[in-house]
């Protein structure tokens, strides 16, 4: 059974920072692209960043360019999304997925999503 589990959103004000993190199991986690999507209230879901299987290819949103970094851990089945110089339009449920359709950077639909992680963005 395939399962994404997203930890460490938060409250953070703006101009700070977060890492979140993607735990992965029930599938060959180091062939697999992986994706960071949010969806903000009221909005559609939005592709924030790629990164390749071997980590050699990554790719980000235009609007999170120089403040996002995606990463893995191919060892211990995990993928990371570092946050900085967050924003209030950053404010939103991030989720770790793969399989996903996407069109610019907005997302048709993911085959498989975890559940999430709230990250708001607030003074």
């Known amino acids: 059974e395939v399962q994404l589990v997203e930890s460490g959103g938060g409250l953070v004000q703006p101009g700070g920072s977060l890492r979140l993190s993607c735990q992965a199991s029930?599938?060959?986690?180091?062939?697999?692209?992986m994706n960071w999507v949010r969806q903000a209230p009221g909005k559609g879901l939005e592709r924030v960043a790629r990164?390749?299987?071997?980590?050699?290819?990554?790719r980000y949103a235009e609007s999170v360019k120089g403040r996002f970094t995606i990463s893995r851990d191919n060892a211990k089945n995990m993928a990371y999304l570092q946050m900085n110089s967050l924003k209030s339009e950053d404010t939103a449920l991030y989720y770790c997925a793969f399989a996903c359709t996407v069109f610019g950077d907005m997302v048709q639909r993911c085959t498989y999503r975890g559940q999430g992680t709230q990250v708001t963005v607030s003074s």
């Open positions: 029930g599938f060959t986690f180091s062939t697999t692209d």
């Open positions: 990164i390749s299987g071997d980590s050699i290819n990554s």
